[in-house]
Nanobody, 116 residues
């Protein structure tokens, strides 16, 4: 069983930075695709960034050049460095673990609020 615990959310002014972290427990982390999603009020959950076990990354167009996803396969963590934050980045951010068997696990979410 995989469990995910996010940390690092908070309130920041536009233009500021935050770093989100996700600690995973359970097996299969090093080969799983890890992702960060966000969900704003009244909207669907959307992919922000993902990183494969081999380190390949993919970003939503809205965050390219501002956000960086990284992982540590020894510590079983995935992080999201968010720079040049905008009010439209305000959302609950969720860590996702996509196993090689196609099963998804989710963290509880962490709130990110960017004030204008």
């Amino acid at each position: 069983q995989v469990q995910l615990v996010e940390s690092g959310g908070g309130l920041v002014q536009a233009g500021g930075s935050l770093r989100l972290s996700c600690q995973a427990s359970g097996s299969g982390f090093s080969v799983a695709t890890m992702g960060w999603y966000h969900q704003a009020p009244g909207k669907q959950r959307e992919l922000v960034a993902r990183i494969t076990g081999g380190g390949s990354t993919h970003y939503a167009d809205s965050v390219k050049g501002r956000f960086t996803i990284s992982r540590d396969n020894v510590k079983n963590t995935v992080s999201l460095q968010m720079n040049s934050l905008k009010p439209e980045d305000t959302a609950v951010y969720y860590c996702n673990f996509h196993s090689i068997w196609g099963r998804d696990y989710w963290g509880q979410g962490t709130q990110v609020t960017v004030s204008a």
